[in-house]
Structure formats: structure tokens, C-alpha cells
């Protein structure tokens, strides 16, 4: 790990202040000097003055450091919890180095130095905003207000701590008692904490408020939008200390960061003579320390487990009442040796409190670590601090659209769980009797014997790392003839490219959804296997669910939940069915939320990425309370790699809804996100995209352009409806289908958008070529982009 090394000394950063500094009279203090109450003391350049004040509506005096303009704005204060009460004071600088104050009866209400000077001291004033005691015969640094910060921290004034023999000195900040009114000590803290893993941590006592998460070497973990563009930060560390501080990218704007007595931090830059609000920490939206709980995540305000196959909350009852403290434990415990990771992308790391680094191993060497040591529990790999391990329970997670880091959880793996279970039950003297009994009422022996290779096949999906397959039912042919009434015409409830969908029944009343493939289809069952393999794998309330399967003759037959209609039908009709039905715009509401639900847990939420590619409305179903649930994974590609796109050599998708990159072979889930745009135009439109010569976008952006947006609305939408959810649904479409994919949002930003309706979106480019080669006649290819 490349870190920048520095002295390991008490007073380790007093070269780098004073270095270069020429004190003249004006910012100097000699030895036996007194400052009055009336007087004040310059910085080199006049930046700050250093005085006695009185806060308003109080009679106590004070000394300390203001900008001198545009008016006082304190800086730091010498005796916050030791004022003058009464009369006046004056400052004074004792030969031996101690700086002292006095009230006007002489009685010393302040003081600080080393007292160790061997020659003349001075006090001197930095452009810094720093006083600073130093001998003049030996240059050495007698005592600094660095080491007594008050609320604010200045450019280029760190926060850190140095390890020392057996001490530690540490450099922070205090809030006011109350800002604004009391300046002595408050309840908060902020430091860089050195007992985490470089951390900016907020306390109120010994209680954490806030932690920004590990530096790595560009940003907060914690702040995965946090921008650089007025401030530079920096980091630098070594074996025994560490600091932070930051640099104004413009030298002429002057800053200042404010731990106020709410506990939060703000930092304002000056603009003209008022002093702005650039940002602050914790905002509003910013969840309070560790509320989930051990193993819980925060994702937009609200708690879940970090991931929900290996967890479940560890009190429920308590969750439905919205208290997380708790947290999540696993479902199956850590026995043993065989454990795995499950993949936790775009998130704050936990509390380091707990974790240890190591700059030198590599990501594959770090998981091999953590794999052996069994008491790792979860270990990422970040930039600057290499590689990261839990060493215990993980705490205080929050999740985002973009950014953070990926975390790898320890869980017990399920194949070794499994394998348990099959040496246990054969154990079992009664559960072997069920079973028995069990199989000889359904007939499998004779199943067995009449479809023997049919039944060696599915033994042989389970053991080639399809164990998921096991827990689905096994169909044989005859009972699926039986349901769908020997394949009948009649039976057919749909048609895609590997063939038609038959409805059945079961002897047990169920009704299912069979789909069969049809001897035209090329690679048909090669996408069957493919689509029973990933719905073996996924469990989603927006995505269809598979029921069971059937293997004749190396066909596969899959069975599916039966839905009650797809979006194409309900928007367009079908040929022997031409009226449709008047969706309201509640409904439509909540069929784009729940595709977007769905297209982000094949994304990111199953643990791999899983692209669907080809998401249209006949591939989206919906069932009797019209939940839409994304079906036909035949043609959809699983990726475990951590990348963004990947080349393909077989070609997928349908016209209308292909994404541009598809067409050459590239593919991304920003290939998903496009073809959701266009579902989203066709909801609101109620006509496919191929309805029309141009397309759809280019439709919008003719109404746009004319404004008259609202008009793009389906004339048959009935019923209530709002124009401005209307129009931010139009403008989330269009940011899914611009042509460069990088400029597409994910759908953890989609899904955030729709359901978070006071987030403002990204304004829309104003040129038509945004969009590709989109014919614009008769306008030009500048539009008017003002949507919302």
C-alpha cells in the first residue's frame, strides 16, 4: 500500500505549519509582553485577528481567533469553559513560554505552554489561523492552539493522532455547549478515530453519531456522491498515527467546517460576505449509527438484512414494529469449515472497529485469508488500504444506487448443508417410512421404472451444480398430457419464439402454466435449460414462478404459475382479441414500479448479475391482483465477473426494445434499462414502439419540443391521474433510452426515483442525438428538454 510517510513525533505537523512563515510585528507576542483587552493581534497577511470578545447578550470575555472580515466569525477560543466574568483581560507570554491570561485583578484564568523554552519565546499568528508558541534560539515548537481546536476546523489544519512512547496525542474538534450562545465543551466530538480503520467518526461521549467510512485514497466509503470540485482532501498515514485535512482548490475563497452542538458538521466557503452552506454531515437523509442492527443494511431509510437468503431478522416481532436494534442472524449457523461469501455491491462498509488491513495482499490473497480464518467474518477490498477483514460481527451498513463498495459475507455454503441433510435422513428410521409411504401413493416406482432415463436426468441437473433443481417437482410426461388435455388447441394461452404456453390442470385442482417447445424453434432447448436453471436459482415477487419441470426424450418441459394476462395483451390486444383493457394510471403506476422491481434484483439483489435481454411487454406477465412478473429468461446470461459489459457472439432481443449496443455485440444492464425505457413509453402511450415509422422517442420528443407532453398519454386512460408523475415517468423513459449506455441510469437509481417522487432527476440533454439517429423532421435536433 503507497502511503505518504511522515516523522513520528509529538509534534509531528509543526514544521509543516510554521515552514516558510516570516512573522513580522503586528502577529507576534514577545516574552513579558502583554496584550490588553483592547488590542488585537494580526496574522501574517491579515487573514485573522486574535482578541478579547464577548458573545452577545453575555458580559463574559473571551480570547480568541476570528476572520477578520467581513465580520468576527470565531475560530477558535482559548478559555471556552474559563471566561472572564466581568471587567476585562489581557494575555501574557512568560519567559519560560507560558501564555497566560488574566482577569484586570491579576488573577490568571487561563494559561498553556511546555515551559520548557531555553532562549526567548514568541507567540505568533499564522494566515493559517493557528497560534503558535515557538523559541526563538531553537526554533523547537512550545505549544500550538492545534493542540486545543475549538468547533472549527480551517484549510490545511488536520485532524489525526501520533502515537508516542506510551501516549497518543490526538488532534480534533468540539462543538459548543451551545452554538451560537455557550462555547464551552459540548457533548460532540469528531476526529479521525485511531482506533478504526481511517474513519472521521462523530462522538457524543462515548457514543458513535456518525462515522464516514474507510478513506480510500479519494473519498469517504460512506460518500459515494462526495465532490471534490471546490475542496481537495487528504489523507496521509504511517505505522504509528495518521491525518486528515483539506485543501480549498481556489486559495482565494475562504473556508471553514463547524461541528455545531446538534452534532452535525458543516462546511461553508465565503461568497461575497456571506458565509454559504456547501454540505453537511448527517443530513437528513442520513441514518442514525448501527439502527439496523448487526448483519442489517439501510437502503433509502429503511432497515432489511444484508442480504435476505442467508439472514432473517433476529427478533421479527420487533421489525414489525419498526425496532432494528437486533439486527439479522443467519439462517443456517457457522458450523464447521465449508463456509462461502455471499457479494454485498454498493454499500458503506461496516465499523472498522473491528476490522484489520493489510495493504499487501491481494484480492485474491485476501479472500484466501479470510476463508481460513474462521473468525473473519466478512472482508472487502478497497483502494489505498488494500485489503479489508472483519474479525466479528458487522455493523452500521448502509446501501446506495451507486458507489460505496462491494462487501463478501461469510455464510455456511448450502452444498455442504445439503449434504448434511442427505446423511441425516437416510438416519432416519420415520422419515424414511414417510418417504416410503409417500412415494408408493403417487406411484414414482412405477414412475421410475417406465421413464427411467427421464428420471436419470433430472439426477443428473441435480448433481452438476444444480442442487436448487431438487426442490422443485419432478412431472412425468403423462400427468402433463393429461393437464393440458393432450396439448390441446384449446388449451394454448400463449405463444413466444420456442413455441406455445398451455394451460392445465392438475389432479389436485392446481392450475399451471405449461410451457413446451416447439420443433421449429432453433437452440429451443438449450434456452429452456438455460431459463430452468436461473429460475432454479431466484425467488422474486415480480418475477414468475416456476413450479416444476418434465424431461421426455431430452426435452424439457417447464411448468410456471399460471398468470392471468401480459402487458402486450392488456395494452394491445391480441389477434383474436382486439379490444383491450382501460388501464387508470394507478395500475400503470404499479406496473412500472414492479418491472423495475423485478429488472433490479436480476441486476444486483440475487448476488450475481443476471442481464435479461429481452425485455418487452409480451415478457411481462400479471396475475389476478395485476402484479407484473418478468418471465422468459431463455435467452437471459448470468455473469459472476465484476464488470460492467460484456461481449456476446449469439444475438438476443426483439425489435423495438434492442438496445444499440446489442446490435454489435456488447451487452450491459444498461441494455435492460433501455429496453425498460421503452416499456415505460409504451404504458404511458398505449401503442407499441413499432407502432409507429420514427418510434416512440421520437414521438416524445416532438411533443416535447411542442409542449405538449401531456398529449403522449393514452387517450383511453380514465379515471384520475397526475400530470407531474405523468411527465416524470416521460423523463425517467428518456434517461433509459439515450444511446450511450454509461449515460443510462441503473435500475437501483430507477427504482429509486419511482418510488422516491421528491428526488429531482438529471435535467435531459438538449440535442436529439442524445438519442441516436432519431428522425426529428420537422423540427431541428435542438429541442426544448424542460420536462419537469
Known amino acids: 500500500m503507497a502511503r505518504r510517510e511522515f516523522f513520528i513525533a509529538t509534534f509531528l505537523l509543526n514544521f509543516i505549519i510554521i515552514n516558510g512563515s516570516d512573522p513580522t510585528a503586528g502577529n507576534i507576542l514577545k516574552a513579558d509582553e502583554m496584550l490588553l483587552d483592547n488590542q488585537v493581534l494580526n496574522s501574517t497577511n491579515g487573514i485573522f485577528q486574535l482578541g478579547f470578545f464577548n458573545i452577545k447578550n453575555s458580559k463574559n470575555r473571551y480570547l480568541g481567533i476570528w476572520y477578520t472580515n467581513p465580520y468576527k466569525t470565531m475560530v477558535w477560543i482559548a478559555n471556552s469553559d474559563h471566561p472572564i466574568i466581568g471587567g476585562t483581560g489581557m494575555l501574557y507570554l512568560s519567559p519560560d513560554g507560558t501564555l497566560s491570561i488574566q482577569n484586570n485583578t491579576g488573577q490568571n484564568i487561563w494559561s498553556i505552554g511546555s515551559q520548557q523554552s531555553r532562549g526567548v519565546p514568541q507567540a505568533c499568528l499564522l494566515d493559517s489561523g493557528l497560534l503558535v508558541i ?230 485474491s490473497e485476501c479472500e484466501r485469508w479470510c476463508q481460513k480464518n474462521l473468525s473473519c467474518m466478512a472482508y472487502a477490498y478497497i483502494r489505498w488500504q488494500g485489503c479489508l477483514a472483519w474479525l466479528g460481527e458487522i455493523i452500521d451498513m448502509e446501501q446506495f444506487l451507486d458507489g460505496g463498495d462491494t462487501l463478501y459475507i461469510r455464510v455456511a455454503s448450502k452444498r455442504h448443508n445439503r449434504k448434511l441433510v442427505l446423511i441425516i435422513v437416510p438416519l432416519s428410521i420415520v422419515v424414511v417410512l414417510i418417504l416410503v409411504v409417500i412415494l408408493v401413493r403417487k406411484k414414482i416406482w412405477w414412475l421410475f421404472r417406465k421413464y427411467r432415463p427421464a428420471a436419470v436426468e433430472q439426477e443428473t441437473y441435480a448433481t452438476n451444480g444444480q442442487e436448487d433443481i431438487r426442490f422443485f417437482e419432478f412431472f412425468d410426461f403423462d400427468t402433463i398430457k393429461v393437464a393440458t388435455n393432450n396439448f390441446s388447441a384449446t388449451n394454448i394461452i400463449g405463444e413466444g419464439q420456442l413455441g406455445p404456453v398451455y394451460k392445465g390442470v392438475l389432479q389436485n385442482g392446481e392450475t399451471i402454466a405449461v410451457k413446451k417447445l416447439s420443433r421449429s424453434a432453433p437452440n429451443g432447448n438449450k434456452q429452456l435449460r438455460n431459463e430452468l436453471q436461473l429460475l432454479a436459482r431466484l425467488k422474486h415477487r415480480n418475477l414468475v414462478k416456476l413450479t416444476g419441470f418434465c424431461i421426455q426424450q431430452q426435452e424439457i418441459i417447464l411448468c410456471f404459475e399460471l398468470m392471468q394476462n401480459s402487458l402486450d395483451q392488456l395494452l394491445f390486444g391480441t389477434r383474436h382479441r382486439e379490444e383491450v383493457l382501460e388501464l387508470n394510471w394507478e395500475q400503470r403506476s404499479r406496473l412500472i414500479q414492479g418491472t423495475a422491481s423485478g429488472l433490479l434484483y436480476l441486476h444486483e439483489e440475487n448476488g450475481d448479475t443476471i442481464i435479461h435481454r429481452d425485455v418487452k411487454a409480451s415478457n411481462i406477465l400479471l396475475d389476478q391482483k395485476m402484479n407484473p412478473k418478468i418471465a422468459d429468461l431463455g435467452i437471459s446470461k448470468l455473469f459472476q465477473e465484476d464488470r460492467s459489459v460484456f461481449t456476446v457472439s449469439t444475438f438476443g432481443g426483439t425489435r423495438g426494445y434492442i438496445a444499440p449496443e446489442q446490435q454489435h455485440g456488447m451487452m450491459s444492464t444498461k441494455s435492460d434499462v433501455y429496453s425498460f425505457g421503452m416499456v415505460i413509453l409504451e404504458i404511458i402511450r398505449g401503442k407499441r414502439n413499432t407502432s409507429y415509422p420514427s418510434g416512440l422517442v421520437s414521438l416524445v420528443l416532438r411533443y416535447l419540443n411542442e409542449g405538449r407532453i401531456l398529449e403522449l398519454k393514452d387517450t383511453r386512460l380514465r379515471g384520475p391521474w397526475s400530470d407531474g408523475e405523468l411527465k416524470r415517468c416521460i423523463h425517467i423513459a428518456l434517461l433509459c433510452l439515450l444511446e450511450e449506455p454509461h449515460m443510462r441510469p441503473s435500475m437501483r437509481q430507477i427504482n429509486l426515483w419511482l418510488t422516491c417522487q421528491s428526488i429531482e432527476l438529471p435535467p435531459l440533454p438538449d440535442q436529439a442525438s442524445s438519442w441516436g439517429n432519431i428522425v426529428m423532421d420537422p423540427l431541428t435536433s435542438v429541442y426544448s428538454s424542460a420536462l419537469l
Not at 155 to 163: E, F
Not at 230 to 253: L, R
Not at 299 to 316: E, L, V
Open 134 to 363: 515557538n523559541d526563538t534560539k531553537t526554533g523547537k515548537i512550545l505549544w500550538q492552539s492545534l493542540y486545543q481546536l475549538s468547533d472549527t476546523l480551517l484549510p490545511h489544519v488536520p485532524l489525526g493522532y501520533t502515537k508516542f512512547l506510551d501516549s497518543m496525542l490526538e488532534i480534533q474538534i468540539s462543538s459548543w455547549n451551545i452554538t451560537g450562545i455557550d462555547p464551552s465543551p459540548g457533548q460532540y466530538v469528531r476526529k479521525l478515530d485511531p482506533s478504526r480503520l481511517y474513519e472521521l467518526v462523530t462522538f457524543r461521549g462515548s457514543d458513535i453519531i456518525y462515522r464516514t467510512g474507510p478513506w480510500d485514497g479519494e473519498r469517504w466509503n460512506g460518500f459515494p456522491k462526495m465532490n471534490q470540485d471546490m475542496v481537495k482532501f487528504v489523507v496521509t498515514a504511517g505505522e504509528n498515527g495518521a491525518y486528515f485535512w483539506y485543501e480549498p482548490q481556489d486559495p482565494s475563497i475562504l473556508w471553514r467546517w463547524v461541528l455545531k452542538s446538534n452534532g452535525t458538521t458543516y462546511r461553508y466557503y465565503l461568497n461575497g460576505s456571506d458565509w454559504v452552506e456547501y454540505w453537511k454531515a448527517p443530513d437528513e437523509s442520513t441514518p442514525s449509527y448501527a439502527v439496523c442492527g448487526p448483519y442489517g443494511i439501510n437502503f433509502d431509510g429503511d432497515c432489511k438484512c444484508c442480504m435476505d437468503d442467508p439472514f432473517h431478522p433476529k427478533n421479527g416481532k420487533d421489525w414489525k414494529n419498526r425496532i432494528f436494534s437486533e439486527g439479522c442472524e443467519r439462517n443456517v449457523p457457522l458450523n464447521g469449515t465449508n463456509h462461502g461469501f455471499v457479494t454485498l455491491r454498493h454499500v458503506k462498509l461496516p465499523d472498522t472497529i473491528n476490522a484489520v488491513s493489510d495493504g499487501e495482499k491481494s484480492r
